[in-house]
């Protein structure tokens, strides 16, 4: 287990740093100079000389790179030039807006996703399934800006039940704060549940067909049984560990919901930086989530490897 | 990083055609198999239903000027959030656009961005995966750890940063949307190019002595194609939504030309005095986005029916 923890550490390091050369390169895509694109409104010679000086920018590619990476080592990912704060800190301040958004999206996903799921395992080719197929497949089509506008619409404009934005801190008031994630969480969850859906399916059909389920059928465990107590524990380890791949997907999503609907989290921190060329913010926001993203994967390998030992010689 | 478990959740999602399992196998084709093929996807109602959908907008993208009722750029003062009439049947947007006609010019965007970031995306991928599948060696170990890396973004961040760099424009948006999509065709056809190299008619080829361009061309390029093609399909209907995406941030199609994402965006600041205008250019990359993941899924299962659950 040790090895392979080493293995797949020693993989998961050169592709961290990979993805950060990557990303660093970005500002090469800017048009004409970086610094006068850094400083973005201002056109003060004086500015422009200080960011030439402070992001090193007459030195070559290589060394720019080294500079930025030894700072994002020691955390420093940088200042936002719009907001005069280091990035890392605005980061830490939304991240727990995001997280919080994102765990509420994730019981929606498994709450819908896994009984469907296993619904449409259990009632293979019947109409459960069928409708269970057509559920997921609205979830992958729907854009979720799209659904979270039309649940404005719904709730908000015609109803008037939840509140179309406004974050409150789950620390103020809870019942506040949940009224105004519900929304979000649904349709952050939508397209998640029906990827869970498929997943579950997947997997409970593979567990449905072994020898075991068929000898503790044979022996007259009831069906209900078999499937809840027999086969889902077995299938669950897949969906865990796949569940924790759609980290990324989340954050692809939150960065939509939380445009839509106005919920100050990291996505949103993204999408005012592009707008405010706030280039370092979006740089260091993209470099967390690649982080994210990769240590969330070697867990689950990790998880994977832990529960099946056959996975540990790959 | 490339896992079984990263396979498999990118074949829940659609994301990927290859089959559980590693090594991935090819979806090999039997002699004569197209009219067998076109019986198999003609069965399937649901990825026919979804050809006919892409067919319809695919016409409407081209035939635009000829459908469309007026002028998608022309201001009318009298139909400024206009209700939906007889004489504009979708409304008018928020200076009197009529929004019928920016739907249907709207279908450009959408299906332009799909097609031609694809079409990138694949014309980098599939030499790439190629070689990285067919050469080995560090030459794999490359551009398999680039993949990985690129992996590593989230697609739609990776294509937000991407244009946020680039500048806000349907053609860099294009741009972004190809190259976030890049390393998901690099590690398919890696995938499958290694299965396929792997078989008995591929060694047989390399015993009579045959040179390695001519392998992978004639071997091993013509079996993967189904797996490409299905994958292709299934990204232009992400690549419609990232699209989409891009635009209702204002970082795709610029106003005032007609983008159904950009429709939604302006649309979101209207809601109480005008909802038809969020109704319409949704319900379309909804409709879009559902005809091309219809047709894909159809289309993975027609091509190979062990694959079938």
């Known amino acids: ?314 | 990083m490339s896992t079984g478990s990263e396979i498999a959740r990118a074949e829940a999602v659609g994301l990927e055609a290859a089959p559980s399992g590693t090594p991935a196998q090819p979806l090999l084709q039997e002699p004569g198999t197209l009219a067998a093929f076109w019986r198999r996807l003609r069965a399937r109602k649901s990825a026919v239903a979804g050809l006919v959908i892409v067919g319809l907008l695919i016409l409407m993208a081209v035939f635009a000027p000829w459908i469309a009722p007026y002028d998608p750029t022309a201001t009318d003062w009298g139909n400024v959030r206009g209700a939906p009439s007889l004489a504009h049947p979708f409304g008018g947007d928020e200076v009197g656009r009529d929004v019928l006609s920016r739907i249907i010019f709207g279908a450009r965007a959408s299906l332009g961005a799909g097609l031609v970031s694809v079409a990138l995306a694949v014309s980098l991928g599939l030499p790439l995966g190629l070689l990285a599948g067919y050469a080995g060696g560090w030459i794999d170990g490359a551009i398999s750890r680039l993949t990985d890396a690129l992996l590593a973004i989230p697609f739609l961040i990776l294509a937000i940063a991407l244009a946020a760099f680039l500048g806000p424009s349907l053609v860099n948006a294009m741009i972004a949307i190809g190259l976030s999509a890049t390393s998901t065709f690099i590690r398919l056809t890696r995938a499958q190019v290694r299965a396929v190299a792997a078989e008995e008619f591929v060694e047989a080829a390399r015993a009579m002595g045959n040179p390695p361009w001519r392998i992978a061309r004639v071997h091993i390029l013509p079996n993967i194609v189904p797996a490409i093609l299905v994958q292709a399909t299934l990204t232009i209907a992400a690549a419609i939504i990232a699209e989409a995406s891009l635009s209702f941030l204002g970082l795709g199609q610029q106003p005032p030309e007609p983008s159904w994402g950009a429709m939604l965006n302006t649309a979101k600041n209207f809601m109480d005095e005008a909802p038809w205008m969020a109704i319409w250019p949704g319900l379309s990359i909804f409709l879009a986005v559902l005809a091309f993941n219809l047709f894909g899924d159809g289309l993975r299962d027609a091509l190979d029916p062990r694959q079938r659950t």
């Not at chain 1, 089509?141 to 015609?158: A, H, K, Q, R």
């Not at chain 1, 072994?210 to 465990?221: E, L």
Request: proline fraction near 5%; charged fraction near 15%; hydrophobic fraction near 55%.
């Open chain 1, 1 to 314: 287990m040790l090895r392979f923890l080493a293995r797949r550490l020693a993989l998961a390091v050169p592709t961290l740093i990979l993805a950060s050369m990557i990303i660093f390169a970005l500002q090469q895509l800017l048009p004409g100079d970086v610094a006068t694109a850094l400083t973005g409104e201002e056109r003060d010679p004086q500015v422009i000389a200080f960011i030439r000086e402070k992001y090193h920018l007459d030195e070559p590619l290589p060394v720019r790179y080294a500079y930025w990476a030894g700072g994002v080592l020691r955390g420093d990912l940088g200042e936002s030039i719009r907001l005069q704060k280091p990035v890392a800190e605005l980061i830490v301040e939304k991240l727990p807006v995001t997280l919080e958004l994102a765990c509420l999206a994730m019981l929606v996903a498994l709450a819908i996703g896994v009984p469907m799921g296993v619904l449409s395992a259990v009632k293979r080719g019947q109409a459960a399934d069928t409708i269970a197929n057509g559920v997921a497949l609205w979830g992958l089509s729907v854009p979720n800006f799209w659904l979270g506008i039309l649940l404005i619409l719904l709730f908000s404009v015609e109803l008037g039940w939840l509140p179309a934005s406004g974050y409150v801190s789950p620390f103020e008031s809870l019942s506040e704060n949940l009224a105004a994630m519900v929304m979000p969480a649904f349709v952050l969850g939508n397209a998640i549940a029906a990827v869970m859906m498929r997943h579950t399916r997947a997997a409970m059909l593979g567990v449905l067909g072994s020898d075991y389920v068929r000898t503790a059928r044979a022996k007259g465990v009831s069906p209900l049984r078999v499937t809840l107590r027999h086969a889902l524990p077995n299938a669950a380890i897949p969906i865990i560990t796949l569940g924790a791949l759609e980290f990324g997907q989340l954050l692809s999503g939150a960065v939509l919901t939380e445009q839509v609907f106005s919920v100050p989290g990291f996505g949103k921190l993204m999408v005012d930086a592009v707008f405010n060329r706030d280039f370092a913010t979006v740089q260091g926001v993209v470099i967390c989530t690649a982080a994210t993203y990769i240590a969330l994967n070697l867990a689950a390998d990790l998880l994977s490897a832990a529960v099946n030992p056959k996975l540990r010689r790959a």
